[in-house]
T-cell receptor, first 108, second 113 residues
């Protein structure tokens, strides 16, 4: 399986922007980049996904490098409720492959 | 917002027993999945199901595991003879195949004793 690589943990202050990086250097040309987050004892929650172009939705923005070997999830104003494990995944209709994710801590 | 519903939320079973984990995916979704997460570890793919057949499965999904979509609404995961190492959270997910991401359920915590 091709891997995604993320920092183990990051810290942010409330109401500040957060940039969560991910490397996926071996991603195939047809795989999408998905981001999910997970709170303790809950299932992963979809955040955003994209293929080549940058994407925005109500939760976040996704910036994808031109060579698709890396991407960055941007939370524009972190809140305490954004504290979670964030997973960058690569995938298709048939499968998403999760890595270990980044534990985001948000300080009040 | 539509949800993926999983039952039961927690199941305790004896080693060697059969268990069936149940899921109701979102009604207009076309792709269905089971994942598992052993305590403290990452989310692992088990199997995907599309057009009434398995489309992809992992090495974990051996002959002890099976999936069914018996009635067009439920999606089940059966473990024929449970082992201690099957203890984990099992997540069901579904996907439209287009604009949105996968939707995961809240999970079933399986404890094998």
């Amino acid at each position: 399986d091709a891997k995604t690589t993320q920092p183990n943990s990051m810290e942010s202050n409330e109401e500040e922007p957060v940039h969560l990086p991910c490397n996926h250097s071996t991603i195939s040309g047809t795989d999408y980049i998905h981001w999910y987050r997970q709170l303790p004892s809950q299932g992963p929650e979809y955040v955003i996904h994209g293929l080549t172009s940058n994407v925005n939705n109500r939760m976040a923005s996704l910036a994808i490098a031109e060579d698709r070997k890396s991407s960055t999830l941007i939370l524009h104003r972190a809140t305490l409720r954004d504290a979670a494990v964030y997973y960058c995944t690569r995938g298709s209709n048939y499968k998403l492959t999760f890595g270990k994710g980044t534990l985001l801590t948000v300080n009040p | 917002e539509p949800e993926v519903t999983q039952t039961p939320s927690h199941q305790v079973t004896q080693m060697g027993q059969e268990v069936i984990l149940r899921c109701v995916p979102i009604s207009n979704h076309l792709y269905f999945y089971w994942y598992r997460q052993i305590l403290g570890q990452k989310v692992e793919f088990l199997v995907s199901f599309y057009n009434n057949e398995i489309s992809e499965k992992s090495e974990i999904f051996d002959d002890q595991f099976s999936v069914e979509r018996p009635d067009g609404s439920n999606f089940t995961l059966k473990i024929r003879s449970t082992k201690l190492e099957d203890s984990a959270m099992y997540f069901c997910a579904s996907y439209t195949g287009s604009l949105s991401g996968y939707t995961f359920g809240s999970g079933t915590r399986l404890t094998v004793v």
